[in-house]
């Protein structure tokens, strides 16, 4: 499966974005789904993974209460609506698909190719 991830920018703490991962291929509905992301100067780290049914979802502790992960199998695309950013939510952030729910990247088969987004304080 191919991955194209998209709707990143510079916006202004307190604001809102919503990231979109589009993926290729007719096996979309069958892989769980996750957003990583990658500071300038650190590790990838986990952001939110969601089941290949919507029905299970998991977060990091920081950015849950905050952030929203979706898909939509009738559209092969997945989603992440991210509310009251913060400067440290500043990075490139990265759609991967894999076979079951983790947090770690090496568990994750597919990854797109990431999108920016800058929150300036």
């Known amino acids: 499966v191919q991955l194209q991830a998209s709707g990143g920018g510079l916006v202004q703490a307190g604001g809102s974005l919503r990231l979109s991962c589009a993926a290729s291929?007719?096996?979309?509905?069958?892989?769980?789904m996750s957003w990583f992301r990658q500071a300038p100067g650190k590790e990838r780290e986990f952001v939110a993974s969601?089941?290949?049914?919507?029905?299970?979802?998991y977060y990091a502790a920081s950015v849950k209460g905050r952030f929203t992960i979706s898909r939509t199998n009738a559209k092969n695309t997945l989603y992440l609506q991210m509310n009251s950013l913060k400067p440290e939510d500043t990075a490139v952030y990265y759609c991967?698909?894999?076979?079951?729910?983790?947090?770690?990247?090496?568990?994750?088969?597919?990854w797109g190719q990431g999108t920016q987004v800058t929150v300036s304080s």
């Open positions: 291929g007719r096996t979309f509905s069958s892989y769980a």
């Open positions: 991967a698909a894999g076979p079951h729910l983790s947090v770690q990247q090496h568990s994750w088969d597919y």
């Open positions: 969601i089941s290949w049914s919507a029905g299970i979802t």
